[in-house]
């Protein structure tokens, strides 16, 4: 081979396309697939994944790596090398009967979990989660590098360069100021009131102007609905999709701002090069990050709410809300819930802390599947001052597990810790950004996110990209000052 | 291996889920991508088509047909290992440098055809289609098997066991009745004005009404909007779609029951072996009937007129069409035309024969890209009694060379000639056919086409199919019988 390197980001270019048709064909399942299509694609999925699992496990893509391992390379040339030789690493170190255990597991678990909701029922998820949770430990066993432990290794997938050690230590610093603001907060909420009807089709076009608004590109997107809100692909077709609750205004219009968020990192990445793996995102926390300061930041700043309203009132009458601070209340009601996806700022990252210790002690060997849902009620109970009244609303709330997706919880919270800190950056950054804020004018923090986040995609590993991007290392600091500060000040304590 | 069946099999269902997933990126390119996705999807799709042909062509599977050749199998299995190893044989026989060569010439083809419809010249056309007829040979002289002709080896991609020297002659004889039937006919039009307006959305609910009450099932299906209508999919997800034209109600009518025809063909495919070979459909030609049938025998007959003429008033106003006589006349109008695409059923088939014949004289080497245009307009005016008046008009017309797709025109014709043969066979087992139809009640023409060509999917070669299914050979009579009295009995002749 007179050129390893063309011939290893050629390969991985065309596993790149690949994984676009996989992400495609997702989107297409849960937009617009004919109901009796299902068993079909299951099996056109599970092709298309295990094609792209053997192209990265190709033992040519060894016999480059090995050609390449002296050789010193420029900027993007050596990341995709280090980027491509981590997922051959990963895509060859499990077993191929493991590998296909898993997937079984991952479709069963899937099915043993909606039956086990529509009962009510742990016990009857129980035999399919602890098989899953067995293979996990396996696969992790596989996938730990030395010194890593298991639930480190699976961290690892979904945020590069994270430890347990250091991450879950950091986020355990919120429990305790968060569960003290939430006590101070959930008695006093300021007047808010929305007042429908709130149509659905009103919904999707005050949505779509927002995300107009925020920069997104219909060109290289669209807006569809699904049950559960997400964002697929990248560069040139990036699509976003939304629910309707027409008693809810906000569910739709935040779900849509939001996915916008991921929208516009995942459409802003390097065009020329959006095949190649260091063109990718960085990680799971780092797109969150992108999502949560749009969403929230961004979107539940008193300055949205002084843009938005007007609009609100267009769209659904005036009527509907009584004035700016009204909307800016409505926005960002504390209310002490059972459901994560439902989660005010106040109270979401407590139910990320309750998940990522459980799975992190379910992962290393300290919790057993039998014990997990009274370990749940009573961290539950201690962390939000309230019973979980059922199953459905307590352990058997979140798909992840029943996938087979443990560590993936954490980056979440760190999303919104980055996001905080990104937004620090910014307000630096742009002085004037909410009376930007307040016209309408989004461009100069949308093109400052560019610049800092977006454009340089999955160039160096996410801590590194975020501390830079930030000015300061991760910590909870930014975090809690934000929420502190924008929630007492809303409940005027 | 212990059971090499079992190996072959599963290998070649997982081949067939990733050609059902190369289907749906298409669908989705024609009908939902974002306009700057365009890029990256043709490198998903080429991605895909990659990973298809290096299944097909896997040392695998060579090993694996080995192992069974002296193997005696029942039914399905044994024609499930004939189809794979016909397809293992074209996967391996093309060598991957020319396999490349030809993709990327079909992508130039398309870009330079395109061009060239633009300009409106000819000589645009000519380098690219003048390599895209180079490689086309030698990819032919690698498929031929002995004794066969290069075009009989493309010929076959698309109709497995035709022999161009029995079809074309075959075809052949179509000229001199349809032309003496066209110059008869052209200057005695009936009545049968159609009036608008024929608003879009009134256009497409009209259609999903007839493709309902043709038995397309719309939980294995949907109708869509493109430019060119076109049926994707097998088994449980099988997509039509179809255009409108706002002066003209019948395009977006007879596309969606022509797709239909594919539509049914598809759904009736055995869902419970939808991915091996033998489940599949038979060849071009037998699908063409099955649209052919149900747009032209059916949909075009008196029968139809009556049924549908209720449905059109109710739909464009009493003013829209006199009577359901005026109606069938309108459905039936004879019209000497230039496109192939819009040619009514007495000329169609002149259109093929034109191509059929030029082709496989580019292909067999008897006429060369800088003299086809001449050939082209000389043909077209002896055939059709016109001239051709711009490039455009004629031979820039059809896409499909430009794509490479030579051998693919005669399976339109053989496609016609299997429909008036299966309607003969039809109207044989019933006859109160033409009564059912006017009541609207098409069940039992379904039900007929389901038994003696549907369940049958590609269980034997499509002559020998086509042969049981009409209860005689292949031959022209039908088609000629049919259109000969359908269309003087209209005249009045």
């Keep these: 081979m007179t050129n390893a390197y063309e011939a290893l980001i050629e390969h991985a270019k065309q596993t790149a396309a690949l994984e676009q048709a996989s992400q495609v064909l997702h989107w297409d399942q849960m937009t617009q697939m004919p109901e009796r299509g299902a068993a079909q694609r ?15 496990a190709d033992p040519r893509v060894s016999e480059w790596l090995d050609l390449l391992a002296d050789r010193s390379l420029a900027a993007p040339a050596a990341r995709n090398v280090a980027l491509i030789r981590r997922e051959h690493a990963r895509a060859t170190r499990v077993p191929e009967a493991l590998a296909a255990a898993i997937a079984t597991a991952s479709s069963e ?9 529509e009962s009510g029922a742990f016990a009857d998820f129980v035999p399919a989660l602890s098989h899953m949770v067995s293979l996990t430990r396996e696969q992790a066993d596989h996938l730990a590098d030395d010194g890593q432990s298991r639930y480190d290794a699976l961290l690892a997938l979904y945020e590069p360069g994270a430890k347990a050690d250091i991450l879950l230590p950091l986020l355990e610093t919120l429990r305790e100021p968060l569960s003290l603001l939430r006590e101070e907060l959930v008695d006093s909420p300021p ?14 076009a005050l949505s779509r102007e927002v995300a107009l608004a925020l920069g997104y590109d219909m060109t290289s997107g669209r807006l569809d609905l699904t049950v559960h809100p997400f964002c697929s692909g990248v560069g040139g077709d990036v699509r976003i999709t939304t629910r309707v609750q027409e008693d809810n205004p906000l569910d739709c219009l935040y779900s849509v701002i939001h996915e916008t968020g991921h929208a516009l ?23 969150e990050s992108q999502s949560r300061l749009l969403e929230n930041q961004i979107g539940r700043s008193r300055a949205f709410a002084e843009w938005i309203f007007p609009r609100f009132i267009e769209t659904y009458g005036t009527g509907s809300v009584a004035s700016p601070e009204a909307l800016y209340a409505a926005l960002n009601r504390v209310e002490t819930g059972f459901i994560r996806t439902e989660a005010d700022e106040v109270h979401y990252n407590l139910h990320i802390l309750l998940r990522a210790g459980l799975e992190r002690d379910l992962i290393d060997g300290q919790l057993e599947v039998d014990a997990l849902e009274d370990a749940w009620n009573t961290q539950f109970a201690a962390d939000f001052g309230k019973t979980v009244p059922d199953a459905v609303s307590g352990v058997l709330q979140d798909v992840h597990w029943s996938q087979g997706a443990f560590g993936y919880f954490p980056t979440y919270s760190l999303g919104n810790l980055y996001a905080a800190g990104l937004a620090e950056a910014m307000r630096g950054a742009l002085p004037d950004m909410d009376a930007q804020i307040a016209t309408g004018d989004f461009a100069p923090i949308v093109d400052w996110l560019r610049q800092n986040v977006h454009a340089h995609a999955n160039a160096e590993d996410p801590e590194q990209l975020m ?14 000052s934000y929420v502190t500060t924008k929630f007492r000040d809303l409940h005027n304590l």
Tied chains: 1, 2.
């Design 109 to 117: 678990g899937y099915t043993a979990w909606t039956a086990a909701r």
């Design 42 to 56: 299951a099996a056109s999925a599970s092709a298309l994944e295990a094609a792209i699992h053997n192209r990265k």
């Design 191 to 204: 007047p808010g009131q929305l007042t429908g009807p709130f149509p659905a089709e009103d919904q999707i």
């Design 265 to 287: 990192y995942a459409q802003n990445a390097p065009l020329d090069r959006i095949m190649e793996p260091s063109a990718q995102y960085a990680s799971m926390g780092v797109h």
């Design 467 to 480: 501390t830079r991007a930030m000015g300061q290392p991760l910590s909870t600091a930014p975090f809690l």
